[in-house]
């Protein structure tokens, strides 16, 4: 189908992008702006800005409890911004849209970001949350079943890579990944997968932005090679958890993550890819609020009670 009318009316209607570097202060800023006033945000029985003290150090972290209850399944939740944007708040209506969707307490990850952290110290603030959720389950009323892992874009790298990492050093409590729209292989060779030539101008997220918007990241210190940066590129993904993945029908990054799940279901894992027609990159942040795709919160629900 043809992209939904109103996310083509959005797109025509942006500036064009400044010329010249990538700036992350002024576009940090630019994006904050946009947040909407408390007043206007979903409400919850309660929103709580915590701290997690982990072997990596101090990491904030929100967390959402979605009604008032005994006990609750745990997400944890990475949010996106090709390793360089996206906060607790920038991303603070999806966590509050998982939360009451799926009946879980999401624990949303203030994590480090690039340049001025340099790889891998996110992607460790993400693993070390994870392990802090489940030492904590007694401070969280977790039920000690449910402890998914989401994230979306750059977020659905880290929730592959804090996966594979929790399954290398025996971690198994994770029950459940979700990656919405995931960047899963940061090498952006042009002719690796169909979708960067068929999806690469016109739709929001541009193949040819692929490069520099990760650079931030790359220059740190993140190898494209290094399956923990491209989790593709791991060579076993036997033994990883359920996973669900939603991928745009516009999207660059759309065959990536299709190929992924197939891969983990070659691996034994059940794995659901569901692609969402008439969107692009990012909808899931930017465009939720339309019927159609805030069934993504509905369909992450469904798979956390598949197993319960």
Request: hydrophobic share 40%.
């Given at each position: 189908?043809?992209?939904?009318?109103?996310?083509?009316?959005?797109?025509?209607?942006?500036?064009?992008?400044?010329?010249?570097?990538?700036?992350?202060?002024?576009?940090?800023?630019?994006?904050?702006?946009?947040?909407?006033?408390?007043?206007?945000?979903?409400?919850?029985?309660?929103?709580?800005?915590?701290?997690?003290?982990?072997?990596?150090?101090?990491?904030?972290?929100?967390?959402?409890?979605?009604?008032?209850?005994?006990?609750?399944?745990?997400?944890?939740?990475?949010?996106?911004?090709?390793?360089?944007?996206?906060?607790?708040?920038?991303?603070?209506?999806?966590?509050?849209?998982?939360?009451?969707?799926?009946?879980?307490?999401?624990?949303?990850?203030?994590?480090?970001?690039?340049?001025?952290?340099?790889?891998?110290?996110?992607?460790?603030?993400?693993?070390?949350?994870?392990?802090?959720?489940?030492?904590?389950g007694e401070r969280l009323a977790?039920?000690?079943?449910?402890?998914?892992?989401?994230?979306?874009?750059?977020?659905?790298?880290?929730?592959?890579?804090?996966?594979?990492?929790?399954?290398?050093?025996?971690?198994?409590?994770?029950?459940?990944?979700?990656?919405?729209?995931?960047?899963?292989?940061?090498?952006?060779?042009?002719?690796?997968?169909?979708?960067?030539?068929?999806?690469?101008?016109?739709?929001?997220?541009?193949?040819?932005?692929?490069?520099?918007?990760?650079?931030?990241?790359?220059?740190?210190?993140?190898?494209?090679?290094?399956?923990?940066?491209?989790?593709?590129?791991?060579?076993?993904?036997?033994?990883?958890?359920?996973?669900?993945?939603?991928?745009?029908?516009?999207?660059?990054?759309?065959?990536?993550?299709?190929?992924?799940?197939q891969r983990l279901k070659e691996?034994?894992?059940?794995?659901?890819?569901?692609?969402?027609?008439?969107?692009?990159?990012?909808?899931?942040?930017?465009?939720?609020?339309?019927?159609?795709?805030?069934?993504?919160?509905?369909?992450?629900?469904?798979?956390?009670?598949?197993?319960?």
């Open positions: 189908m043809a992209m939904h009318p109103e996310i083509a009316k959005v797109l025509a209607s942006l500036p064009a992008p400044p010329e010249g570097p990538l700036d992350p202060v002024a576009m940090r800023a630019a994006e904050e702006v946009q947040v909407p006033p408390m007043r206007e945000r979903l409400p919850l029985h309660s929103v709580e800005d915590a701290t997690a003290q982990t072997p990596t150090g101090e990491i904030p972290v929100r967390i959402y409890t979605p009604v008032d209850a005994e006990a609750y399944g745990l997400l944890v939740y990475f949010h996106g911004g090709a390793f360089f944007l996206g906060s607790l708040d920038t991303h603070d209506h999806v966590a509050r849209s998982l939360a009451k969707e799926t009946g879980c307490k999401v624990v949303s990850v203030g994590y480090r970001r690039a340049p001025e952290a340099a790889f891998p110290a996110g992607l460790q603030d993400c693993h070390a949350v994870v392990r802090w959720a489940a030492e904590n977790w039920d000690g079943a449910t402890l998914a892992i989401a994230g979306d874009s750059s977020g659905g790298t880290f929730v592959a890579a804090v996966a594979a990492m929790a399954h290398d050093e025996g971690f198994d409590r994770i029950t459940h990944q979700v990656l919405f729209y995931p960047s899963l292989d940061l090498d952006f060779d042009v002719d690796r997968y169909a979708s960067l030539r068929e999806n690469a101008a016109g739709y929001g997220l541009e193949t040819a932005g692929l490069k520099p918007f990760n650079a931030f990241y790359l220059e740190s210190g993140a190898d494209p090679a290094d399956p923990l940066v491209s989790p593709i590129k791991r060579a076993d993904l036997t033994g990883l958890p359920p996973a669900l993945i939603v991928t745009a029908e516009y999207d660059p990054l759309r065959d990536e993550g299709e190929r992924y799940g691996a034994g894992v059940d794995a659901t890819v569901s692609r969402y027609a008439g969107a692009g990159h990012g909808f899931v942040q930017h465009f939720s609020w339309i019927p159609a795709y805030h069934r993504v919160f509905e369909e992450t629900a469904a798979l956390l009670r598949s197993d319960s």
